[in-house]
């Protein structure tokens, strides 16, 4: 039979006789001197050398190793396991660790568990019957740490980028696409494979408007320059449909300031311009119905007068019957010479006359007007107010606005019922005007359309009124919302800025 091989710890005891060998003493030198720990393990995985690294990654002293069965170094359930390992590659000659460079777990001695490259290489010495195998470590627990943490920061980052509304992009200085979000590509029924790796001005979302590619790569020569870009552009979106972009084009750099990406960014105002469109539209109407509406009422007041004298002189010689249909014409005619009179107040371009109004000495006029114009309603009103500092307002229309509200009120409330005026301080430097009432209320399919002009549920409405109100209140600087009440019925709030 072969020798045993004797480990180093064996030839450590040698005498001072012993003359060592000059490759051994190398061997240690070589060992001693390596900054990554290396262990040396027989057949059976008993360590036979260890470098003196060890000691400071691992905690184990070399000399604790050797002799030892290597997969004390080894959580579970690789330890229960390597033994098996190498018999299974005693017998068969197969493993999968041989030649190769894979991660895995070591156990410090005091109980740490830290990430390790391993790469295990098989060296056959001559003479000795078994092979020994060397495993090389490298500790990349800080980096695989980061590695991670970098992982979770980009994942942050590309739910963060993929769920944003607006359509963002990221190109390269070259204006190349590198990345972009779920919503540009959406808007567009575009694939990101289709952009990302082609110049931004040759993509899906440029292709469709004359003069946009050159635009935008004008913009792109702007934004490499320094400067900040942005323009209204309107983009063929999924069937053709337009679609109106707030673009803008922002250069990014870093620490040295040195230009690494450029940032597109696009937000659907579609919507948007729609909307003012329409606005804008209503009040070149709206306009010319003011330059109209006044010649109309001078035109109309005169022959109406005219005429309710007239049906009021013949009703007086006609009979009960007839009376009636010629009041009812009157009416008519009242009706017609009051929807002229408020869409010419309506129409008419606001002029504010600020000063100081006192909120109480506002509400108890309407409460004193209330009583006159409306002496037979049993409606009780009521009035809150305490401790609410002075308002800068134009008072004989903001009385308008409120009278407005009150009317509707007692108007709703035919068998009696509350009518509550409230005026309060809100905690955000605001002043709040509330006209409320326990009558039906207003149902929630008129309430979207409650401010628009010309929009009534009543049979002899004009639809002014609210609107008016609306007009008044945006004058101010201020917000009036409509609903449900604290006491269960109609409630308009008013919010205005104070001073």
Same mark, same amino acid.
């Given at each position: ?23 051994? =003493? ?16 027989? #057949?059976?995985?008993? &360590? ?33 396991? /390597? ?41 056959? &010495? ?68 289709? =952009? ?78 729609? #909307? ?21 009422? /001078? ?14 002189? =013949? ?64 409606? #009780? ?36 019922? /509350? ?56 004058? /101010? ?12 019925? #109609? ?9």
């Amino acid at each position: 039979m072969p020798p045993a091989r004797r480990t180093a710890a064996e030839r450590s005891e040698d005498g001072p006789g012993t003359t060592a060998n000059p490759t051994e =003493v190398r061997l240690r030198a070589i060992l001693a001197g390596m900054l990554d720990p290396v262990v040396t393990i027989d #057949a059976r995985g008993i &360590v036979q050398e260890a470098s003196a690294s060890v000691q400071s990654v691992f905690g184990w002293e070399p000399a604790e190793l050797i002799g030892r069965n290597v997969n004390l170094l080894m959580g579970e359930p690789q330890r229960s396991l /390597h033994d098996g390992y190498l018999a299974r590659y005693r017998e068969t000659g197969v493993t999968n660790i041989l030649g190769r460079t894979r991660e895995f777990e070591v156990v410090h001695k005091n109980g740490t568990q830290l990430v390790c490259e391993l790469s295990v290489s098989r060296v056959d &010495v001559p003479g000795e019957p078994d092979p020994l195998f060397i495993g090389s470590f490298r500790d990349v627990t800080a980096r695989r740490k980061a590695e991670l943490a970098l992982a979770d920061r980009e994942r942050r980052l590309s739910a963060v980028f993929d769920q944003e509304f607006e359509f963002v992009a990221l190109l390269s200085p070259a204006g190349e696409v590198l990345e972009v979000n779920r919503a540009a590509l959406e808007a567009v029924g575009a694939e990101r494979a289709e =952009v990302v790796g082609k110049p931004f001005w040759e993509t899906p979302w440029w292709e469709q408007t004359a003069g946009a590619r050159e635009l935008v790569q004008r913009s792109i020569a702007d934004a490499v320059r320094g400067e900040l870009v942005r323009f209204e552009t309107t983009l063929r979106g999924v069937g053709g449909r337009p679609v109106t972009v707030d673009f803008s084009l922002k250069p990014v750099r870093n620490e040295r300031g040195e230009l690494v990406l450029l940032l597109p960014e696009g937000r659907d105002i579609t919507v948007l311009r729609d #909307a003012q469109r329409r606005e804008t539209s209503m009040l070149k109407a709206l306009a010319t119905i003011g330059e109209s509406a006044s010649v109309l009422v /001078h035109e109309i007041k005169s022959p109406i007068t005219g005429i309710h004298l007239a049906l009021q002189a =013949v009703a007086d010689q006609l009979g009960e019957d007839t009376r009636e249909i010629l009041q009812g014409l009157e009416a008519s005619l009242r009706r017609v010479e009051r929807t002229m009179r408020r869409t010419l107040s309506f129409a008419k371009p606001l002029e504010l006359e600020r000063r100081s109004v006192a909120p109480e000495r506002l509400l108890q006029s309407l409460a004193a007007r209330a009583r006159t114009e409306y002496p037979r309603s049993t409606a #009780a009103l009521e009035i809150e107010c305490a401790d609410v500092p002075l308002l800068e307002a134009d008072e004989g229309l903001l009385e308008d606005a409120l009278w407005n509200l009150v009317k509707n009120s007692l108007e709703a409330l035919e068998f009696g019922g /509350h009518v509550r005026l409230t005026a309060r301080r809100t905690g955000n430097g605001k002043l709040e005007l509330a006209v409320e009432d326990d009558g039906p209320g207003i149902p929630d399919y008129v309430l979207p359309n409650v401010f628009k002009p010309f929009y009534t549920t009543k049979a002899t409405g004009t639809g002014i009124g609210l609107a008016l109100c609306k007009k008044i209140v945006d004058a /101010h600087g201020g917000e009036i919302r409509a609903g449900r009440g604290s006491l269960g019925g #109609a409630g308009f709030t008013i919010t205005l800025p104070l001073a």
